[in-house]
């Protein structure tokens, strides 16, 4: 019973909103991600849904139970929430074992009880070997594990987690999100996570719910947000993406730079943004859709990283190595474009991010 109703709900420090009408409904079992870039308000729904903050209005249900009204107010120790933040805090006087032991103790349970929850869950994270260490003598991710067996012991109906990888280096952040991920599903919990990075918004979730200044930008599936992106923002924050100017008329766009056109059998007429992803543009011997010329590439080991100049603007290419390593800088190429999208033109400066 852990489905979370988030019924329009704002929040203001003051003068300054920082969420505004946050509708979002989370269906039990799933792993949803709210993303977006810092100061957004990812965090203080999170702590919304804990009950570290009551929203200046609307309402948050948990299960059927409405709890952040001030006449229903349930506080955080009552919402049966686990919770993991960036720092992740375990207690260095005490081992392992007592570390994730601490809630169920709180809770006053019996000794073979607490063991039996906590042997449980130790083995789900892969910790049973550990029980009798202190943190110092575990590694950052061994730690970040007795964070999440602690917030999961007392078996709650709801996970909270706030970037909870940001301490761990790269490799080690790449195996813990598969874990994460893994445990979530051996549960059955649900999980709200809280991240910047949109590849751990990619790889975990079942529902990602990308926001900006504090207002939801889109919530979909990792698939629909990266390839029916909503907008440019959302576009642009969930991967990489080339905007290129164009004018949408007769069926066709032509890149305002080039002169180039392709074909274009969507809606949208006038000024419009196109966005192609680079791995998304091939070279092609026969006739492709645009021609140009590659300015510079990078060997990346999978993939060549190249900028081509279609005219008058850069874009930039994720090409296969293969077919591609004997190619030269200068030398003119016909590209095939699979899959593009086009935008209304918002005004924004989004052009030029691609090549930063
Ligand atoms: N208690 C508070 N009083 C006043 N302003 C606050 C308070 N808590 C958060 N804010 C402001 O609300 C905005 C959203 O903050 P929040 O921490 O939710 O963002 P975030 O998206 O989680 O960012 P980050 O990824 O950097 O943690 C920020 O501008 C922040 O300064």
């Known amino acids: 019973m852990s489905r979370i109703l988030i019924k329009d ?3 203001a420090f003051g003068d300054v909103v920082v969420l505004s009408h946050f509708d979002a409904e989370f269906v039990d079992g799933s792993f949803i991600t709210l993303l977006g870039p810092s ?45 993991v933040f960036q720092s992740y805090a375990v207690w260095p006087h005490m081992t392992v074992f007592e570390n994730v032991a601490y809630p169920l103790k709180m809770k006053k349970m019996g000794k073979q009880e607490i063991k039996k929850l906590v042997d449980e869950i130790l083995e789900i994270v892969h910790l049973s070997q550990y029980t009798q260490r202190v943190p110092s003598q575990l590694s950052g991710g061994q730690q970040q594990r007795v964070a999440l067996a ?7 109906k709801l996970l909270l987690l706030d970037e909870p990888l940001s301490n761990l280096d790269a490799k080690l952040r790449d195996s813990m999100r598969f874990e994460i991920k893994e445990i979530q599903k051996q549960l059955g919990i649900t999980v709200v996570y809280v991240t910047h990075d949109q590849l751990e918004a990619m790889t975990m979730s079942d529902q990602v719910i990308v926001i900006n200044k504090g207002c939801i930008q889109q919530v979909g599936t990792p698939t629909d947000i990266y390839r029916h992106p909503e907008n440019q923002f959302v576009a642009d924050f ?94 003119t190429f016909n590209l095939r474009i699979d899959e593009f999208m086009v935008f209304k033109d918002s005004g924004d400066d989004f052009h030029t991010k691609i090549l930063t």
Do not use: W
């Open 39 to 83: 100061g957004c308000g990812k965090t203080t729904m999170l702590r919304m849904l804990a009950g570290f903050e009551k929203p200046t209005m609307g309402e948050i249900y948990i299960g059927d139970q409405e709890v952040s009204s001030e006449k229903n107010f349930v506080p955080p120790e009552r919402r049966d929430i686990g919770m």
């Open 238 to 331: 969930v991967g990489k993406i080339n905007f290129l100017p164009a004018e949408s008329k007769n069926q066709k766009l032509t890149f305002k730079h080039s002169n180039q056109q392709i074909p274009y059998g969507g809606d949208l007429i006038g000024d419009v943004v196109v966005g192609i992803r680079p791995e998304n543009i091939r070279f092609v011997s026969m006739k492709g859709d645009l021609t140009g010329t590659l300015v510079s590439k990078f060997y990346l080991g999978d993939v060549n990283d190249c900028r081509i100049d279609i005219g008058g603007e850069l874009i930039r290419v994720i090409a296969e190595p293969k077919s591609f390593d004997t190619c030269k800088e200068g030398e």
């Open 150 to 156: 602690r917030a999961l012991v007392a078996k709650p």
């Open 9 to 11: 709900v704002t929040k």
